[in-house]
């Protein structure tokens, strides 16, 4: 089996970059699953061998997130959008009234889902500066349901650096920096995450819970869609996406390997700081957000020149550089630097930065 193209520096902000070991232990196992002469693709998920999957992946989100006893994790279909829905329907009242934070297009898309189900007081909001920072002059009443903010803001390059501590029940989507740096995670209340960022493939979605915090909202909540089943089941109310969730468990012990979140929170902050280094001293670029909420997954960039953005893009990829297009809202480009991107990656890019520089000079 051919392996990798290792010269290829996927800055794809997702679906994204995974680690070189993962993929060929996954191909690996759509060949031949743990030496069963059958592929996972065509292997039962009630078996124990594929339990045995599930159960080790949802033990590896708790033990690298040090999770507490009542944070239940399941791995859950139809990605990070469904959460949006499924959030509010499993915690919102249709008269009670949930605070959100408005950072950016994910955020705007989840408060639009959350009315469905109640009402929405979002309590701060970057809108109008263009989603260039982290909003930080805000208070949530005590009596909104919950607090939800996301973490990370993948397309406009803004994270939050503290996490918010009110009295509130916390919801966190953390699609683009789950399990990138130390959080104490048990502060929160509900977490979601779609793989595809930094966690494993597309088609599934991570979510933590407090169980403590279900079963309290009066509407009858379709089966599929009620966490409280999904836990009581063990994650596998129904088919599971086994190859999506196998692929996620390759990915957490290759985390566990590296040293879990801490030590990939400080490769990350390296990652991060080389990049926005470069950017910081080399004048044909430009930063698009406030420094203090610059985030380390999503780098976000223009050229000052943007007359030169085609040239730029072009000599990138001519060094095997892929995915560093902004995104179409947000134009420019953006270097998404997930756990699974190497250093060696990001030292390829500023490298190309620089040689870009004095080839225009
Ligand atoms: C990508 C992303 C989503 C959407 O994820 P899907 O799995 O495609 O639904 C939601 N929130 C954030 C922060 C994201 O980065």
Not at 26 to 50: C, D, I, K, W
Not at 96 to 108: H, L, N, Q, R
Request: glycine share 6%; aromatic share 8%; with cysteine.
């Amino acid at each position: 089996m051919s392996s990798v193209d290792s010269y290829i520096h996927n800055f794809n902000a997702g679906p994204s970059v995974l680690p070189k070991e993962v993929i060929e232990q996954a191909a690996e196992a759509v060949v031949n699953f743990n030496q069963t002469g059958l592929s996972l693709l065509e292997y039962g998920h009630r078996t124990p061998a594929f339990t045995a999957v599930m159960e080790e992946a949802r033990a590896l989100v708790k033990e690298l997130m040090q999770l507490d006893e009542a944070h239940q994790v399941l791995f859950l279909h139809g990605g990070a959008s469904t959460q949006f829905m499924q959030v509010p329907m499993n915690l919102l009242d249709s008269k009670e009234t949930a605070a959100y934070a408005d950072t950016g297009v994910w955020s705007s898309k989840a408060i639009k889902e959350a009315k469905f189900f109640g009402k929405v007081d979002v309590v701060c909001s970057s809108k109008e500066k263009n989603y260039r920072c982290i909003p930080n002059d805000f208070a949530v009443p005590n009596d909104a349901k919950y607090f939800h903010i996301t973490t990370n803001n993948t397309i406009y390059g803004t994270q939050w650096q503290s996490i918010p501590r009110t009295s509130n029940v916390l919801v966190a989507d953390m699609s683009s920096d789950i399990l990138s740096r130390t959080l104490d995670f048990n502060a929160f209340d509900l977490i979601y995450a779609g793989a595809q960022k930094n966690l494993g493939p597309a088609g599934v979605n991570l979510l933590v819970v407090n169980e403590n915090i279900l079963g309290k909202v009066k509407r009858p909540i379709p089966t599929m869609m009620d966490y409280r089943n999904h836990i009581q089941e063990g994650s596998m109310l129904n088919t599971p996406p086994v190859f999506a969730v196998y692929v996620c468990l390759l990915t957490l012990r290759w985390l566990k390997k590296m040293g879990g979140v801490a030590a990939i929170e400080k490769l990350n902050n390296e990652k991060a700081a080389l990049l926005y280094g470069e950017l910081d001293s080399n004048e044909l670029f430009a930063t698009t957000v406030v420094k203090n909420d610059r985030s380390k997954m999503n780098v976000c960039f223009t050229l000052q020149d943007p007359a030169l953005e085609k040239a730029f893009l072009d000599y990138a990829q001519s060094n095997g550089i892929v995915g560093i297009k902004g995104h179409r809202l947000s134009g420019g480009f953006r270097a998404s630097l997930y756990n699974a991107l190497p250093m060696s990656s990001v030292q390829v890019l500023v490298e190309v930065m620089r040689q870009f520089k004095h080839s225009i000079a």
